[in-house]
């Protein structure tokens, strides 16, 4: 089956994962702008950084047929340095208009500090003024439902907000009612250790339905699998899932989210 | 969605789950032998330990969402004013009170 990951940092991944995601039935990537693995020193290592994303990733995708898009920020991580930030955010514009851009992303909460929350708010004036899709990173483990709750507060207090172009990421079983009861998007993430596994989310599904609920594998450096959306197609399907149903969680529905930045058509065989 | 019933459910989900309760079984052993008979844990670690215990227990219950409860139990507590807190409050306010939201 056809599939989207929309959260997939491939900066940090092999060329030969492109190859085999392209055997698997990936047409297309999202990645958003994270943390490198180690707090980048200056603005301009995250201009580099999004010149890779904008420029080097799309070319290395297309080799094997894959659309790859991005979304630019200073994640949650490093938004803990306000000053560092103001000047990433302040630089992001020159970026926007590159065909890939998908918005600004992922933005959220990481310790669930005030800074945090201050350069979270900065990131939000930023993709308002500038008419941008947006993508959140939930916090993990202890700090997932209170920061949720915290972006949520965020969103919903700004009354500029629509919440039909948000896509709140990493959603698990407590978080998940809300987002979607708040008419946001919702992301779930497979993952070996910390997040959720394809027989979890399989179990999301069956009690939220399909609609605005998205998966990815937001593989990275550390110890992931770019490959979980299969996991969760086959997860599916060894229950007995509709093949419409699967298909809009994994195809359908990031295409439609995807589209309202106006830059994005899924791809036709 | 097509269902499986209940008792293929536990047909198919049987044996892992024997395994991830010896495994769980095993662990807490564990715990006990290198604490020694009697043996106390320190403060934050005896906590971390009763967090298990409290885990283990709302598997034991009949509630239709344990996986949200044990999740719930394993989270830091939300502060509906947060944002007066930190000095953060709404620039560009919608109609509802943030107060209002905290069922
Ligand atoms: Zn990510």
Known sequence: ?269 | MKSRSAETILDESYLETRAKLLEVAAILDRIDRANGEGGRLPGDAAKRREQLTQAINILLTDSADRAEQIQQLFSREYDPDWRATFGLLPEHASNSAPQSRES
């Open chain 1, 1 to 269: 089956m056809d599939f989207i990951d929309p959260h997939l940092h491939m900066v940090s991944r092999t060329t030969d994962d492109y190859e085999t995601l392209a055997r698997m039935g990936c047409v297309a990537i999202s990645e958003p702008a994270f943390w490198a693995g180690f707090d980048r020193g200056s603005a301009d290592g995250f201009r580099d950084y999004f010149e890779q994303l904008t420029a080097v990733e799309p070319k290395r995708a297309a080799q094997f047929g894959i659309q790859h898009h991005c979304w630019l920020c200073i994640n949650a991580k490093e938004a803990e340095n306000v000053s560092l930030s103001r000047e990433v955010i302040a630089m992001i514009p020159e970026f926007l208009d590159r065909p890939g851009v998908l918005g600004i992303g992922e933005i959220g909460l990481n310790k669930n500090t005030k800074n945090e929350a201050t350069v979270f708010l900065e990131h939000l004036d930023l993709a308002i003024e500038h008419d941008q899709l947006i993508l959140i990173h939930t916090p993990h483990l202890e700090d997932k439902y209170q920061g949720t709750r915290m972006i949520l507060d965020m969103l919903c207090d700004d009354s500029r907000i629509n919440p039909d172009r948000v896509l709140v990421d990493h959603v698990e079983e407590h978080t998940i009612g809300e987002v979607l009861d708040r008419g946001f998007w919702a992301g779930m993430t497979l993952y070996p250790v910390t997040k959720c596994t394809p027989d979890r989310a399989a179990d999301m599904i069956e009690r939220f339905g399909g609609e605005r609920l998205l998966a990815n594998s937001a593989g990275d450096w550390g110890v992931s699998k770019p490959t979980a959306v299969p996991d969760l197609i086959y997860q599916m399907r060894r229950r007995g899932c509709d093949e419409s149903l699967i298909r809009r969680v994994v195809h359908d529905n990031p295409s439609e989210f995807f589209a309202k930045s106006g830059k994005f058509a899924a791809p036709v065989r």
